[in-house]
């Protein structure tokens, strides 16, 4: 469940660690990767950034690292004509990998179009992260986000490290279209609005729970209206980009917020946010709920609590799809 920045953080002053944490960024040139890495640049949480791309990313980080913040900086190249393979370096010691990289959606197309280029993307830079960073929590924007996270879990077991604990899909970006929705709809400060959205992040696999937020009221109309926004916000932004990509600055913001929560959790400010884990909630492998952040990654998988009649027609339609998209990131990883 995710609140505001303020208030999803609670201190845990008996147990609280001081450890430097360096958090690299998988992609960091690209649309996403970019202003995420610049927002993780500005967090008193991070120590270091690392900024690994195909290309671009030294530039991305001296760029950087000109921000008078105590993060330090050093950007990584992929391998390519006459360039050492700097993955390695990039990884070594992160406690947080954050991956946006791949290629993102045009008009017309769905996630799971995205599937043939962007599987094998996170599964080399997956085992990247078996090889130099074991330990590190894995957080994975790279779409479709419904296969690429069952995929990075395959390759961990494979390679011996899998722990479910440090891997996760990132659905902020869910969850912070739909605290706007709402705030909207309500006429309230939407920093106030803490919507759950659970299930995973393609079209109707995202469900907001509406029901769960105190105050909300609305027609049915205005309920349906809310609720396929949410879903299908991704080709909102998609088809106003007109050819040029799809969400990126709101997606940096959800994946900074994703990311730094999950940072200071490690430091012992523990905090509740969703995110597409794996779960036993339902029969689906992996699935989207309220998760509990700590020193050790994901310390609790919650329940997401009881769905109205109309959110349980809709979780009825998405499982079937979301277990199909599960199962197709699982097969790709076992040829
Ligand atoms: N989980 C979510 O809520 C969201 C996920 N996305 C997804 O994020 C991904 C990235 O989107 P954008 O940043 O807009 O794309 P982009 O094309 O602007 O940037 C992607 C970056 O990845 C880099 N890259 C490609 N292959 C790489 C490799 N093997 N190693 C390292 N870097 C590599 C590219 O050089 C590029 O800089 C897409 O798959 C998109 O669908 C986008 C928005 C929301
Ligand atoms: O729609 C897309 O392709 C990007 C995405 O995941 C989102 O904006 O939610």
């Known amino acids: 469940m995710f609140v505001s920045r303020a208030a999803v953080s609670r201190v845990m002053s008996a147990s609280a660690r001081s450890m430097s944490t360096k958090v690299a960024v998988l992609g960091a040139a690209g649309g996403i990767g970019q202003p995420l890495s610049m927002l993780l640049k500005l967090s008193s949480a991070v120590d270091e950034l690392s900024c690994y791309d195909v290309r671009g990313s030294p530039g991305v980080a001296a760029d950087l690292s000109h921000i008078p913040t105590k993060a330090s900086v050093k950007g990584y190249l992929g391998a390519s004509e006459g360039q050492e393979e700097e993955l390695g370096k990039a990884l070594t010691g992160a406690s947080v990998v954050v991956i946006p990289a791949g290629v993102p959606r045009k008009p017309g197309m769905t996630r799971d179009d995205l599937f043939n280029i962007n599987a094998g993307i996170v599964k080399t830079l997956v085992e990247g992260c078996a ?76 469900l907001p729970l509406f029901s769960q937020v105190p105050g909300f009221t609305a027609t049915d109309e205005e309920l349906e209206a809310l609720t396929v926004r949410t879903q299908f916000g991704g080709d909102e932004v998609v088809k106003a ?95």
């Not at 790279?142 to 961990?156: C, D, H, R, Y």
């Not at 891997?167 to 912070?176: E, K, P, S």
């Not at 929705?181 to 109707?204: C, E, M, R, Y």
């Not at 029969?283 to 989207?288: I, K, L, M, V």
């Open 131 to 206: 090889e130099h960073c074991p330990d590190a929590l894995i957080a994975i924007i790279s779409n479709p986000v419904n296969s690429t996270v069952p995929i990075a879990a395959e390759i961990l077991k494979a390679k011996g490290v899998y722990n479910p604990k440090k891997l996760c899909g990132v659905t902020t970006l869910d969850v912070i279209r739909a605290n706007t929705f709402v705030g909207s709809h309500l006429q309230k400060d939407p920093a106030t609005i803490d919507v759950p959205v659970i299930g995973g992040h393609a079209g109707i696999t995202i």
């Open 241 to 335: 980009k007109a050819g040029a990509g799809s969400a990126t600055l709101s997606m940096a913001y959800a994946g900074f917020i994703f990311a730094e929560n999950v940072v200071k959790a490690m430091k012992g400010e523990e905090c509740v946010q969703c995110a597409f884990v794996e779960s036993s909630l339902t029969d689906a492998r992996f699935f989207a709920s309220p998760c509990k952040f700590g020193l050790n990654g994901v310390e609790e998988v919650l329940p997401f609590g009881q769905l109205s009649a109309y959110e349980k027609g809709w979780f009825d339609k998405m499982m079937p799809d979301l277990k199909a998209q599960i199962q197709k990131g699982i097969e790709f990883a076992a040829k």
